[in-house]
């Protein structure tokens, strides 16, 4: 059998390891330790945060504590914290507090053909029908309630 | 990239604003804001400002006036007015990154990347959005330099059927809104420059841009020429979007009321000493030296003046607050004189360089690591459990978290707060309540 000579490729670039350590340690996401590396680094993830639950604008998100009982049919009982986002839209059938007569009050918001009403969920209390801008207005829309149980 | 176009945003009356948010009831009603300790006026709304009530009134020159009219009074909230602010800026945030945090109650922006026709209708935007985000209303003043939209958006205030946005666009908007800014509202020029102007029939800005430059930089400096050509259009003023370290800090309160006693004035300085430590650790400096201050009352006229100050230059910089606490009480005892009547004590941190850059002083940071890492457990708890969960001894022992439960007993050097509101957004024992 003839030999042939085979062409080599030029040999590639000598890298110094020095001049890019430092970049290469970029690498690792955890101390490196002799032994069996944890399989938990590549799933890394922050712990639940409930604010990002609760809502979607942490800017525009405030919180009040509720006193009143006439949202209990909705599970807001006294006690609770609400959260209310402001940036949200208040469409009709929302839960929103609103400031009326004075006062401070949530509500479920309802556009009816006759008008605007902020009706409670406790047969105990009458709705409210808005019928003049001047009554108050919606300050925010709630988004969440806190408990503690 | 230079910024081509500015937006300037100003949160109308912010203080009585911030307190209107959660009192929806004011609106319409005339309310002031006071300064620390209940001195004086520091913020009016429209209604107060109508009753002639002038910033900087003493509060007991008003107190009858307030009454009468029904005036609303609140004592300042720092940390309700931060907090809204922070939300302010935040919402801004959404328009363009390329913001600068001016003051707690002004931002500017940058709009280049706007068509012209678009302008407008974008301020609009902004303007909606930051008032039902936060509840907070501002004026929008935008045009091509900083000055220019200071000028734009005192007017947008101002000027009927501007409804709080103003664009200067064009050159003829331009020369009209300068003609109706007086040179004393002009921003940069002080009031005796104002005066002086006035003299020499220089009244509105438009009148100022025409003055010649050499004339300007020689009575008026540099920065009264880089008012004179940015009134002409001429940006002198970028963006500055990461706040500089500040080069010093001061955390200074006036007491409730005058006292005699070293003991009550060591306390109020240890407490503003941590606070300033933990200011200076935020930004991530460390203080040269430092300077103590304490005041006698220099409104009595039967006792002597008295202001002392003194510094003490630092072996190394530092910010261990261990090591200034130290220093300050020192520099305390020396001035303190007895039988006086003292009114005010405050802290300055000098020199600030940044931590990173500190040299090692070989004999007095045997232990710099232990301490670092002492102060950012500090620093890490406070976050956590506030403030006052962590004090020395030498600060007292009465707890000023509990300002608003009437029973508590109060350190005599504590701020006199009689018209305090909530902190209704960063304390969740003085959330708004809903009782219906």
Not at chain 2, 112 to 135: C, D, N
Not at chain 2, 234 to 252: D, Y
Not at chain 2, 281 to 286: A, D, I, L, P
Not at chain 2, 328 to 343: H, N, T
Request: contains cysteine.
């Amino acid at each position: 059998m003839e030999a042939k000579i085979i062409q080599m490729e030029p040999s590639p670039k000598v890298v110094q390891l020095s001049e890019v350590a430092a970049d290469c340690m970029l690498l690792f996401a955890s101390a490196v330790r002799a032994g069996f590396p944890s399989p938990a680094t590549d799933y890394e993830a922050e712990p639940i945060d409930l604010n990002a639950y609760l809502t979607q604008n942490p800017t525009s998100t405030f919180l009040a504590r509720v006193e009143g009982d006439s949202m209990i049919g909705a599970h807001i009982e006294p006690g609770d914290l609400v959260v209310i986002d402001r940036s949200v839209k208040h469409t009709s059938g929302r839960i929103v507090m609103a400031f009326i007569a004075g006062e401070f009050t949530i509500k479920r918001f309802m556009l009816k053909p006759d008008g605007a009403y902020l009706v409670p969920e406790n047969p105990k209390y009458e709705s409210i029908k808005v019928s003049e801008p001047d009554m108050g207005r919606i300050w925010g829309v709630v988004v969440g309630v806190v408990k503690k149980v | 990239m230079e910024t081509t176009r500015f937006a300037l945003v100003d949160c109308n009356s912010f203080y009585v604003s911030c307190e209107r948010v959660f009192r929806p009831e004011l609106n319409g009603r005339p309310v002031v804001v006071l300064s620390n300790n209940d001195g004086c006026v520091i913020a009016r709304s429209n209604e107060a400002k109508a009753l002639d009530i002038k910033m900087g009134t003493p509060y007991f020159q008003m107190k009858e006036l307030a009454k009468q009219e029904r005036v609303e009074v609140f004592s300042s909230n720092y940390e309700l007015y931060g907090d809204m602010s922070r939300r302010v800026a935040n919402t801004l945030a959404q328009f363009t990154p390329n913001l600068e945090i001016y003051s707690i109650d002004e931002c500017f922006m940058d709009l280049s990347h706007l068509k012209p026709e678009e302008v407008a209708e974008y301020g609009k935007q902004i303007k909606k959005t930051v008032e039902r985000w936060t509840g907070i209303p501002v004026s929008v003043g935008v045009a091509c330099t900083k000055t220019l939209a200071k000028v734009a958006n005192r007017l947008a205030k101002k000027r009927v059927g501007a409804d709080g946005v103003l664009v200067l666009e064009s050159k003829q908007e331009t020369e009209e809104a300068l003609r109706q800014t007086e040179v004393g509202d002009v921003w940069g020029i002080g009031r005796q420059h104002a005066r002086r102007l006035q003299q020499l029939d220089v009244h509105t800005a438009w009148d100022l841009q025409k003055l010649p430059e050499g004339w300007v930089k020689k009575h008026m400096a540099v920065t009264g020429l880089r008012t004179l050509l940015e009134l002409r259009g001429k940006p002198c003023q970028e963006l500055e979007i990461e706040a500089p370290a500040r080069k010093n800090i001061c955390t200074s309160r006036s007491f409730g009321r005058p006292l005699t006693q070293l003991t009550d004035i060591e306390e109020a300085l240890s407490t503003h000493t941590v606070r300033c430590a933990t200011k200076l650790r935020k930004q991530g400096s460390c203080a040269s030296s430092l300077t103590v201050f304490l005041m006698t009352n220099r409104f009595a006229v039967t006792e002597h003046n008295f202001c002392n100050s003194r510094t003490k230059q630092l072996a190394s910089p530092t910010s261990n607050e261990l090591e200034l606490l130290r220093h300050a009480i020192s520099l305390l005892r020396v001035m303190f004189r007895a039988g006086k009547r003292y009114v005010k004590v405050g802290i300055i941190l000098n020199d600030l360089v940044p931590a990173s850059e500190v040299q090692l002083d070989l004999f007095s940071h045997q232990n710099d690591e232990k301490q670092t890492k002492l102060m950012h457990t500090l620093d890490t708890l406070r976050q956590r459990f506030g403030h006052h969960s962590l004090k020395y001894a030498v600060q007292g022992a009465i707890d000023e978290s509990n300002r608003h439960k009437e029973e508590q007993q109060k350190a005599p050097w504590m701020l006199r707060k009689d018209h305090i509101s909530s902190c209704y957004t960063t304390a969740v024992e003085e959330l708004l309540v809903i009782r219906k």
